[in-house]
């Protein structure tokens, strides 16, 4: 059995194919409710999924991966079915379905999941809500397919809106995803009321020193940002140019933001640097040694 989430993803996706094909399914996007309770039966007989559900769970609360009380043996998914989007639900499912295959016999009583958890991808500060992650990624959204859909295309709030229709996951899941793949000077901000969450610099970016130290230290948005002035939804998403000094580091910023009132008042910012970083000697605000801290990273171990 694979003992890794992209082990286990790739071993799924193996055979997603010949079984949506024969239930009549879509390969996009994954039904992640129908697939869980056959494949678990198929690799753990002696202990399948035979419950996906949605229950009104504490605020905060995602999901779950708990034993059924009344068939010992058995499992249950449970996402919170207060949450409207099909997005964050699906990707949950597929979340708490990592748990299932990689941390199961580690955690007999079942785990409960956090929207903090969801958004948890350092391996280093919390192993196993990064892992489930990595599998949910990599399920949903298979490298192979993933490259296809964006070769070629202009990067955009509009790309990662039909990334996300694709994939039935949210748009966060699907930004994320292309900053682990793109050579782009990138960088996700996460606000909620006016302040910022988190955040997480691509590869290129942060090999020129830029990155939020957010979760330790309270930030709040930049003032001239599209995220803290609130703009109307059609200029948020379209873009702005805005000059150096704005967001971090001395250079001009492309700032796509898309805002979610309904979701404590929360705003997704994608920040686009230019290609190629200025001069050494025109960076004398960066960090000599650029380490991202546990918080800002997105997953410490990545592959592809």
Not at 253 to 272: A, C, G, H, K, Q
Request: net charge negative; with cysteine.
């Amino acid at each position: 059995m694979p003992t890794t989430p992209q082990g286990w993803a790739a071993k799924l996706t193996k055979i997603l194919p010949i079984y949506q094909a024969a239930h009549g399914m879509p390969r996009f996007p994954i039904d992640v409710a129908s697939i869980a309770k056959d494949f678990s039966r198929q690799y753990f007989p002696d202990a399948p999924i035979t419950e996906v559900d949605g229950l009104e769970l504490s605020k905060g609360v995602e999901g779950m991966l708990m034993p059924v009380p009344e068939h010992p043996g058995e499992w249950g998914i449970i996402y919170n079915k207060t949450i409207r989007s099909q997005g964050r639900r699906n990707f949950t499912l597929a979340h708490e379905l990592g748990h299932y295959f990689l941390h199961r016999p580690s955690h007999p009583g079942g785990l409960t999941c956090t929207n903090r958890n969801m958004s948890d991808w350092d391996a280093g500060r919390n192993r196993i809500e990064a892992e489930a992650n990595t599998f949910a990624s990599y399920l949903l959204m298979p490298f192979d397919d993933f490259r296809e859909q964006i070769k070629g295309r202009g990067v955009d709030l509009d790309l990662m809106t039909g990334l996300a229709d694709r994939y039935a996951v949210s748009m966060t899941a699907a930004i994320l995803k292309w900053m682990t793949i793109t050579d782009k000077r990138a960088m996700i901000v996460v606000g909620k009321e006016g302040f910022i969450d988190w955040a997480w610099s691509s590869e290129p970016l942060l090999k020129s020193g830029i990155f939020y130290r957010a979760r330790q230290t309270v930030i709040e948005l930049p003032p001239a940002s599209l995220a803290a002035l609130e703009v109307d939804a059609d200029e948020g998403r379209h873009g702005h140019d805005h000059p150096a000094g704005v967001w971090p580091g001395s250079e001009p910023v492309r700032e796509m933001t898309v805002f979610s009132p309904s979701n404590d008042l929360m705003t997704i910012s994608l920040l686009l640097y230019p290609d190629h970083a200025p001069s050494r000697w025109d960076t004398s605000d960066f960090e000599e040694e650029p380490i991202r801290d546990s918080y800002d990273r997105f997953m410490s171990n990545r592959t592809g």
